[in-house]
Each structure stands twice: as C-alpha cells, then as structure tokens.
C-alpha cells in the first residue's frame, strides 16, 4: 500500500466498492494508509474514499476521524458540487451507523454537502 498514492487508495477503494465485491482486509489496509497520509489527500480522493467505505459497509474508525474531518474542512471550498454530494452520502451512512456524536466534518461543511446533493438530485 505505501507505494500507492492518495489518488490511488481512494480509486482502489472506489473501484471495489462500485463492483460490490467484499474485501475486507483491503479497506482495512488502505484505511490504515489513509489515515496516516491524510493531509497528502485532495478533496476528489477524500470524498471519493468516503464514498467507497460507505458504499461498502465498512467502518474505518481509524480513517473517519477528527483528522478527517480536519483534512476535509482544510480544504472545504476545493470540493466539486459532485464530491460533496458524496461526502454527504458518506456522513448519512456514517451517522446512521455510527450516530456521530463528533459531527465529522464540520457543520458548515456538512451543509454544504446536503445543499449540493439536493441540488444535485433529479425530480421524481
């Protein structure tokens, strides 16, 4: 995993997550080398390994954290209108799951994403 960038972990993750195949021990693994390299991560790889371990199911305390939510809020107004739809999809998941006492990110980031993805929804 060292050898793999940021932008690598996170379409690794991605790309698992997208095909539904269950692979624990990998997002165990590329959460452990997130979270030691979080402040090399851009916004697109940040929301995109947080949709990944959303989509797939699985906890990464050891990623989703205060350094997350710090690295995220660093870098709050670099987010596409399709990554914060995504970051708001991760903290849906991640608060249902895990009833997010911490509010990772924070709540102005947090609004932010649910804006862009009710903007980003289609009409019924």
């Known amino acids: 995993m ?33 979270a030691g390299r ?5 916004p697109q790889a940040l ?3 947080a949709w990944a371990f959303a989509k ?8 989703f954290n205060q350094h997350f939510a710090r690295r ?4 709050a107004d670099e987010f596409s209108v399709e990554a914060l739809t995504q970051l708001h999809q991760w ?3 991640y608060a249902s799951e895990h009833a ?3 509010r990772l990110p924070s709540a102005a980031l947090l609004a ?11 009409s019924p």
């Not at 797939?56 to 990623?63: M, R």
């Not at 932010?112 to 289609?122: H, K, L, T, V, Y």
């Open 2 to 34: 060292r050898e793999l960038n940021p932008q690598n972990l996170a379409n690794t993750a991605w790309a698992f997550a997208t095909a539904g195949h269950a692979a624990p021990a990998l997002f165990d693994a590329i959460a452990k080398e997130s």
């Open 38 to 42: 979080m402040d090399e991560f851009k």
């Open 47 to 49: 929301a995109n390994t």
């Open 56 to 63: 797939a199911g699985h906890a990464a305390p050891t990623l």
């Open 72 to 75: 995220c809020d660093a870098v």
């Open 91 to 93: 903290h849906l998941w």
């Open 100 to 102: 997010c006492p911490d």
């Open 112 to 122: 932010r994403c649910q804006q862009a993805a009710f903007r980003n929804s289609g």
